[in-house]
């Protein structure tokens, strides 16, 4: 019933006056606008649910095309649908007006928004963690990594192109997908463990060994030297123990890619195929990144040990070199005082003792690749990382004396671009 007809039911004589008149008058000028804008909302309310068809009809997901990025492709205005469904459905007096009022898409949106809904969160758990596994490869495993991340975007790119969100296909496809995922997940997560466990952690080991073992108290020439050589010792099988260990590390890794590559076999078998040549290329580039890294970690060590005599020294000469490092005498010859030991021999002794740090270098070999790693074909091996190995070629006879030296020449190098001589 509305007000004016209440009104009149309540007071008969209130229209009969020139002020209920004007009231009468005020009250059909109200209802014409209201009944316009109520009759305009349905209309854009029936407009937005046409609307709604072509979000039903998209697809699941859309790729940014800068970026490359992958979104959920998901309509804002299928949940107004639903909301503004559930308010008219409350206010309608009977089923007639309800369906008069509420079309059929509208209907079938209120009945089916939480299983949209739950499509809608399920797609965003599935995009955000394939876009945290593909940006946590790091830089060196991107290329042989790419066929499991390919693999993914293969089942992802179904979503791009043919299932719809009014589609009956939605639970194959993301089984297809969350296995996809979840394979890669555990390929990476194994690479992981190994590189930060046995890789960064011992090359991490290797930077800060201990390898001037410099007396706390006050010795001689020849008890100084000794301790160095024995402390240079000691940290030079330990550095070589480590190296290997990282070695076999970085091998179990390639072992690893071979395996899930399918390419293990092929690699024991010398295949010389392109794929496998090309699969060797990627090997080389890992093998070589990790030996450069372990290079890195014998500079750090050496340095560090090297700034470490540096810095002693300076400590104990500002508070009298001879009488707080070395045990030295000083001899009254008339008209002469003489230094027992000498400076030269006192300088003598720290350049022994540094030659010692940085020989620590000889006791770390060069990594050797298995045979099944080594390339087998001509043009590849002119494109191999490994074909510069040195400045200068390196003649047969001398392959062996380089390998023993490797290290130690690369590190008179890097310590020469350091220090400046």
Not at 28 to 48: M, V
Not at 197 to 218: C, H, N, V, Y
Not at 381 to 405: G, L, M, T, W, Y
């Amino acid at each position: 019933m509305d007000p004016a007809t209440r009104l009149q039911q309540d007071v008969p004589t209130l229209f009969d006056s020139k002020v209920g008149k004007a009231l009468m008058k005020s009250v059909n000028k109200l209802l014409i606008i209201l009944t316009e804008y109520d009759q305009i909302w349905c209309q854009r309310w029936l407009n937005s649910i046409d609307d709604v068809r072509f979000g039903l009809n998209a697809t699941l997901l859309v790729r940014q095309q800068s970026t490359g990025r992958l979104f959920v492709n998901w309509d804002e205005k299928i949940p107004e649908i639903a909301e503004s469904t559930k308010v008219i459905r409350r206010n309608c007096r009977d089923e007639e007006e309800e369906a008069r009022l509420i079309p059929s898409l509208a209907k079938e949106v209120f009945s089916r928004i939480d299983y949209w809904k739950s499509v809608k969160d399920r797609l965003n758990v599935i995009v955000n963690k394939f876009e945290k596994l593909r940006l946590s490869v790091p830089v060196i495993f991107q290329e042989i990594t790419n066929p499991f991340i390919n693999k993914v975007n293969n089942e992802l790119r179904e979503g791009l192109l043919y299932v719809l969100w009014n589609s009956l296909n939605h639970q194959q496809f993301f089984g297809r997908v969350e296995k996809a995922i979840d394979e890669l997940e555990i390929i990476l997560s194994k690479v992981s463990d190994i590189k930060e466990a046995r890789i960064d952690s011992e090359l991490k080991k290797m930077s800060e060994e201990f390898i001037a073992d410099l007396p706390d108290q006050p010795s001689t020439l020849k008890q100084f030297i000794e301790k160095i050589t024995k402390g240079a010792a000691e940290a030079g099988s330990s550095l070589g123990k480590s190296s290997e260990k990282v070695r076999l590390a970085v091998l179990e890794l390639i072992k690893l890619f071979a395996k899930e590559n399918d390419m293990l076999i092929k690699l024991e078998e010398n295949d010389m195929t392109e794929g496998t040549e090309n699969f060797r290329l990627m090997i080389d580039e890992i093998f070589n990144h990790f030996r450069d890294r372990l290079r890195e970690s014998l500079v750090k060590c050496v340095k560090f040990n090297l700034d470490l005599v540096k810095k002693t020294c300076e400590r104990k000469q500002r508070s009298g070199f001879s009488s707080d490092m070395f045990i030295a005498n000083v001899n009254l010859a008339i008209p002469n005082v003489t230094l027992e030991p000498s400076l030269d021999d006192i300088t003598g002794a720290l350049t022994q003792a540094c030659h010692e740090i940085i020989g620590v270098s000889a006791c770390v070999e060069k990594w050797n690749k298995p045979e099944w790693c080594e390339l087998k074909t001509p043009v590849a091996s002119k494109i191999s990382i490994f074909a510069n190995d040195f400045d200068e070629q390196v003649n047969r006879d001398d392959a062996s004396k380089a390998q023993q030296n490797y290290y130690r020449v690369i590190l008179k190098r890097s310590l020469r671009s350091i220090f400046g001589h």
